[in-house]
């Protein structure tokens, strides 16, 4: 079962809210990715969790959140937003960190914010 | 640095033409990983393929073939007999362990759109 999921498929929220992006996989992997696309362009790493453990931040601003719960759970809690921060949100995850583990992705949170 | 190019914006082909989708890399490391991934329009990137520095073997896989030339720095990707399905956008996507900062990079290309007409 190579199956990423993501919640909620689409969301809109207005600059003042408080949302939550979810993210789940049962392959048994260790790290966990956000990812975020902007149209006609390649995914941007955001963070990287490695055994549950933030092990990279892209300087992303501090009204993105990640937590990871446990080893399947990915979470990333969005407060305050631009509307700029409008993008498909990717989550992925891999065996490992290492340079040779393919990443597998799930279907992504369109995000609108207006 | 490392850095991957898809020059290729838009391939547009009628369907059971093959296709080439180009991908040419640039990296110092001796020890590299390539990935091609396709991402139709529901949006999540599908895993096809990855290729060590060290396999220059090329793979059929059905209908996809990838081409590794490391005397070119390129790792093509052919689509025999095209199908509508097969419309999406690809990215290539290079991998590598910097020593330096034990940080893993991945650098995606611009991507591929390719449109399959019926």
């Known amino acids: 079962d190579t199956e990423v999921t993501q919640t909620p498929k689409h969301l809109v929220m207005g600059m003042t809210n408080k949302k939550s992006l979810k993210c789940e996989q049962h392959m048994g992997h260790r790290a966990m990715y956000w990812y975020k696309q902007k149209a006609k362009k390649p995914p941007e790493l955001m963070f990287v969790?490695?055994?549950?453990?933030?092990?990279i931040n892209e300087s992303v601003p501090s009204r993105f959140s990640p937590e990871c719960p446990n080893s399947s759970l990915l979470n990333l809690h969005l407060h305050a937003l631009q509307p700029e921060d409008s993008a498909l949100y990717l989550c992925?995850?891999?065996?490992?960190?290492?340079?040779?583990?393919?990443?597998?992705f799930g279907p992504g949170t369109r995000l609108t914010v207006t | 640095a490392q850095k991957v190019t898809q020059a290729q914006t838009e391939i547009s082909v009628v369907e059971k033409e093959d296709v080439t989708l180009d991908c040419v890399y640039e990296t110092r490391d001796t020890t590299y990983y390539l990935f091609w991934y396709k991402q139709p329009p529901s949006g999540e990137l599908v895993f096809l393929i990855r290729?060590?520095?060290?396999?220059?073997q090329n793979e059929i896989s059905g209908r996809y073939s990838w081409n590794f030339q490391k005397s070119t720095s390129s790792f093509n990707f052919t689509i025999t007999a095209s199908q509508v399905v097969d419309s999406a956008v690809y990215f290539c996507a290079l991998s590598e362990d910097q020593m330096d900062t034990g940080r893993r990079a991945l650098t995606f290309g611009s991507g591929t759109r390719l449109q399959v007409q019926p």
């Open positions: 290729r060590n520095s060290f396999d220059e």
């Open positions: 969790y490695s055994y549950e453990k933030l092990s």
């Open positions: 992925a995850s891999s065996q490992g960190t290492s340079a040779s583990y393919e990443q597998y």
